[in-house]
């Protein structure tokens, strides 16, 4: 780490501008409204989540609501109706 860099005033050569694809700071800002849950889930799921949260220094409670946002972002377009068939039955009543 001692040696020096040295410098040159060579040209670059072809030089290609990339788009800007970043987000911007407000969007990174942007924080959506949580719901507070309890919800019991398995031991292997807990241990698995925790596993990979630690080798990608996050928390596993962040991984997990991003895996279920991912799933309900992925099932929007083909969803037709968030009604269950009891709240379809009592409607035909």
Known sequence: MSAKIKYTDEPL???QVV???LPSPAEL???EEGVKVTL???KKSIEFF???ATKHHTQY???IRRLLDAYVDGQAPTRQSTRTPR???AQRR
């Open 40 to 42: 019991a889930l398995s």
């Open 87 to 89: 709240d379809k039955a």
């Open 13 to 15: 050569g072809k030089v």
């Open 50 to 52: 925790k596993s990979e």
């Open 19 to 21: 788009p800007d694809f």
């Open 61 to 63: 409670q962040r991984m």
């Open 29 to 31: 800002a942007f924080r």
